[in-house]
């Protein structure tokens, strides 16, 4: 459909893929978060990463699709399941997919906030083949989409969101992993008068946070990973917010790597060049409680699940709260 019709903006654009698959996404990052949940606060990582990604390949191999993993737990020979390059399932939608079964494993490992699991899903081509690197990201919310740069001074930055948001810089938070190479960033930050929110893990769930209004966080600064990048980006697309990155070469290694793929390592790269389709699904399901979804609460008898999960092209973003039953005949009261 295009044209000045009636209910412009609110009509899909393409949405075919996406309307078959935007709920059996959320599926796939429930069950995941479902199974990684059985391992919170038990200090294991491995655990916690293993029962994530084995439950999302299962399901994703259930799925109407024809999927090639794009960004996955690693190459073949360091990642057993869902490594880059794996196809899954053998249905009739040909996609690309960009998975991180468990976005905070430490976090979930220590029972600790905002363990998700999360995945994207484009057609061919839709979101970007990014290396395993860090990249330096900035993500702004919507009203700022288009009008900061990463290569700007931070405070530049700072002044243009504040503006943006109608309000003063001492106004704003801004989120930033707590790590010893930010030291220089958040001085920055503080100085300029803005005020800083140090995480621990979790940058998916902080861009996620800034795309969404309400949530009290206004951007996100500093490197992160550059998967967590792609997927980020897939969900700053629904949300009409934006992610700015740069991939960053740490050794000679890495800018091989680079070259290899076509990867620029000087070039900003936005939101559309990140995550470039016209049909994009994000799904993401808490594992452990955040801001933004509730994490997996179990009770005897079944279990319920948050998950936020939209598509591009078909202008919906849903947050999707279920209970899941189990299936012994138990008696379960279902609470609102
Ligand atoms: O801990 P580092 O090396 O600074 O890396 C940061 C990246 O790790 C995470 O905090 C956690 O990712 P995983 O749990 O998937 O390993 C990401 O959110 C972030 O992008
Ligand atoms: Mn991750
Ligand atoms: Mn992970």
């Known amino acids: 459909m295009t044209g000045k ?38 200090g294991d990582k491995n655990a916690v990463d293993g029962a994530g990604t084995e439950a999302m390949r299962e399901l994703l191999n259930s799925l109407d699709i024809r999927g090639r993993v794009v960004i996955g737990e690693g190459e073949m020979d360091e990642a057993p399941m869902l490594y880059i390059g794996e196809e899954l399932g053998q249905g009739q939608y040909e996609v ?18 905002n363990g998700l699991a999360v995945i994207a899903l484009s057609e061919r081509g839709g979101l970007m083949h990014a290396p395993d690197c860090y ?3 900035l993500v702004v919310p919507p009203p700022a989409a288009g009008r900061v740069n990463l290569d700007w001074p931070v ?22 992993l ?23 893990d979790g940058d998916v769930v902080a861009s996620l946070a800034v795309g969404v209004r309400g949530t009290g966080v206004h951007a996100l600064m500093g490197s992160g990973g550059a998967p967590e990048g792609v997927l980020s980006a897939a969900a700053m697309k629904c949300l009409g917010a934006e992610i700015q990155g740069r991939f960053i070469a740490e050794d000679d290694a890495m800018r091989e790597r680079f070259v290899s793929m076509g990867v620029d390592e000087h070039k900003i790269y936005k939101t559309d060049e990140l995550a470039p389709g016209s049909q994009i699904v994000f799904s993401a399901t808490g594992i452990t409680y ?7 609460r179990r009770f005897g008898g079944g279990a319920r699940t948050h998950t936020l999960v939209m598509g591009y092209a078909s202008r919906v973003v849903r947050f999707i709260d279920t209970v899941h039953l189990e299936d012994d005949g138990a008696r379960v009261t279902i609470r609102v």
Not at 14 to 30: C, D, N, Q
Not at 106 to 112: D, H, N, Q, Y
Not at 182 to 191: G, K, P, S, Y
Not at 290 to 296: A, N, Q, R
């Open 96 to 113: 690309d997919i960009a998975v991180d079964p468990v976005e905070g494993t430490s976090v979930t490992a220590k029972g600790l906030p």
């Open 155 to 176: 405070e530049a930055n700072l002044s243009v969101l504040a503006q943006s948001l109608e309000r003063d810089v001492e106004d704003l938070l801004v989120t930033i």
């Open 290 to 296: 955040g801001e933004l979804l509730s994490g997996v």
């Open 135 to 137: 990249m330096d990201k």
């Open 178 to 200: 707590d790590r010893e190479r930010h030291a220089d960033l958040i001085r920055r930050v503080r100085q300029a008068g803005a005020r800083v929110k140090l995480i621990g």
């Open 5 to 42: 019709g009636k209910g412009q903006g609110t009509q899909a654009r393409t949405g075919s893929f996406e309307h078959a698959l935007v709920l059996e996404t959320a599926r796939v990052t429930e069950g995941a978060a479902l199974a990684a949940s059985r391992w919170v606060g038990m």
